[in-house]
């Protein structure tokens, strides 16, 4: 994801196809590594969306 040398970041979520719409629970461990203090997290969602359409038919 991003090198941050002094945190490592683990995303972890089920992988799975998910429906539009539908919670994706999300866990977020943060590891701060040579003495670095960890005083607060943001996380902004941002959503992209795909389809997948068979062959033949049309939207």
């Known amino acids: 994801m991003y090198p941050f040398k002094s945190l490592d970041i683990a995303v972890g979520f089920e992988d799975r196809v ?3 719409g539908e ?5 977020i461990t943060l590891s701060a590594k040579r003495g670095t203090n960890i005083r607060g997290l943001v996380v902004d969602g941002v ?10 038919v049309r939207e």
């Open 23 to 27: 919670e994706i629970g999300l866990s």
């Open 47 to 56: 959503g992209q969306r795909r389809a997948l359409v068979p062959l033949g």
């Open 18 to 20: 998910y429906t539009m």
